[in-house]
Structures are given as C-alpha cells and as structure tokens.
C-alpha cells in the first residue's frame, strides 16, 4: 500500500473557497479517485508548512480562467487585500518577477474567523464558523485519511506575535505555527465560543466516519455532479448502502439536482429528508450526508 500526502486536496479546497467555484476540486478528485486502490490519502486542509498555489494550469486554461490571474487572486483574497475578502493571512516567497506567492495563515483565520471578531461582526463571524465546518466536512468526505492540524480542531486563530522574535519574524509559515492554545481547548470542551462549535462539530464527522458503513474501506468513492459550479459531492457506497455528501462552498442558496438517483434520502445531521432526484436547496456553506439503505 503506497501512502500519499495529498497536497492536491487542499490547493483546491482553498481555490473552491474563494472562487466559490468548484470545477477545479472536481476535476482534481476525478483524477485522484480514479487511481489504484492500492493508493491511500493522507487528506489535510491545512498543515505546518504554506499553501502553493499548484493547480492545474492546462484545465484552468480549458474552463477558461487565466492561470496566473487565478493565482494572484488566490495569494491576495488570503492575504487579506483583495475586494471583499473576509481572510486574514500572510504571503510567503513572494517573487516580484514571476508574482508567484504561496499562503500562510490558519484555518480559521483564513475562513473569515479572525476578521470577523476583529469587528466584532456577528454575522460575519457565522459565515467563518461555517466557512471553518464546510472545509472539514468536503475533508472527511473524501477517501483516504483525514488529517487535523494542531489547534484547527478548536479553530486557533493566528498568532502575529511571532513578527517581534527576531528568530522566527522573516518566516510567515510562523503565523500558523504557534504554540497550542490549552485555555481555548478547555472552553472548547466545555461547548464555549465559536471554539465548542468547531471543536463538537469536528468531533460529530469523525463519529459518523468511525460508525457509518459507507466509511468502510472497501467503500466504492465517486464524484458526482449536482448541476451547480458551487456545489461539491462525493458519492460513497458500500452493501446496499448510499452516501451522497454534499458541500455548498458558495456564499449564496443553491438549487442542485442529482442525475439517476431515486428515492428519499436522509440527512445524517439535521435528519431532514430530500429527494435528490428531484431537486433541493442548500443554504450558504451549507453541508449534508445523506443516506439511503436499499
């Protein structure tokens, strides 16, 4: 069995995120999925080291984006400059000739957490949370291993201090690198805060994952398209057993549809019931498992 770290997965959920556009992570995990079964992921939105912004240059010139007009967009929307961006984070080697940059900064922060408690903007600081949640749900949906990095699972915010160490100050990759955050942990684990929302939520997709069959390891893992670019699904199916997890990485309702499938299906979540065949809305970030046993 080959382990593989799967850097792909995250470029391209942070792409989705700030695109709201989801062709790129589709045709990235077609290609993954596809691969022998022998191969096992190690899938990670967010690890000790920055974020490149390694897409597929030839696809995005087929769907017709520019692909270095997307990476700038990309480094500057988590940076924080771009018009309208919700981030907080820090460029790494950035190249004045090539303006190759890379991405720095921690989940939560990236997700529009920081900015929002900044302005002590309530709104906003819900949109981050579900932002933060959307992220990791896409991330157990996949096959392979989901991985956290310490502090994301009671959603660490950057740690700026590290600019006035002399030592550590010329590296950003330090924005993401601090220390664990154990008075935040006992808050989160009391259900305080912003902190016990990720942190109970992350907690409730890794018992679904440990108990639901269509987590197997001989479950049959796909992609299937919901006639929506902000839309990303996974379908997973194992005995007589449907999983189709569905994650809206757009800030707006969206109205997807499911080619072949009948019937009802259930919401492993929430319990609300759809019929995917028919047709469904999601909410802005909005994420659902849904399930059905034939």
């Not at 995120?17 to 096992?40: F, G, N």
């Amino acid at each position: 069995c080959h382990l593989l770290y799967n850097v792909s997965l995250m470029v391209n959920f942070w792409s989705a995120l700030a695109s709201q556009d989801v062709r790129l992570l589709e045709h990235m995990a077609e290609d993954i999925l596809s691969m022998e079964d022998h191969c096992s992921f190690v899938n990670y939105i967010r690890c000790h080291d920055d974020i490149g912004w390694g897409l597929d240059e030839d696809y995005e010139k087929k769907i017709g984006i520019d692909p270095l007009k997307h990476k700038i967009f990309l480094y500057r929307f988590f940076e924080g400059s771009f018009p309208s961006s919700y981030s907080l984070g820090q460029l790494y080697n950035y190249d004045p000739v090539s303006l190759d940059a890379r991405s720095c900064g921690t989940t939560a922060s990236l997700c529009g957490i920081e900015s929002a408690r900044n302005h002590f903007d309530m709104e906003n600081l819900e949109k981050g949370i579900r932002r933060d949640m959307l992220m990791h749900a896409a991330l157990y949906s996949f096959r392979g291993f989901p991985m956290l990095s310490s502090g994301d699972e009671i959603g660490q915010l950057n740690d700026w201090s590290y600019m006035n160490e002399p030592e550590k100050a010329l590296d950003s990759r330090n924005l993401h690198r601090s220390p664990f955050n154990w008075k935040k942990e006992k808050m989160a684990e009391k259900g305080e805060g912003y902190e016990g929302r990720i942190f109970s939520g992350i907690l409730n997709l890794d018992r679904i994952r440990k108990e639901d069959p269509c987590f197997a390891p001989d479950a049959k893992v796909t992609t299937w398209h919901s006639h929506s670019d902000k839309v990303f699904s996974i379908r997973r199916t194992v005995d007589g057993r449907d999983m189709l997890c569905v994650m809206n990485f757009g800030d707006s309702r969206e109205w997807v549809h499911y080619d072949y499938f009948l019937g009802e299906y259930k919401d492993v979540f929430s319990s609300r019931i759809v019929e995917p065949g028919l047709g469904f809305t999601l909410e802005p970030y909005e994420y659902m498992y849904l399930v059905q046993d034939r």
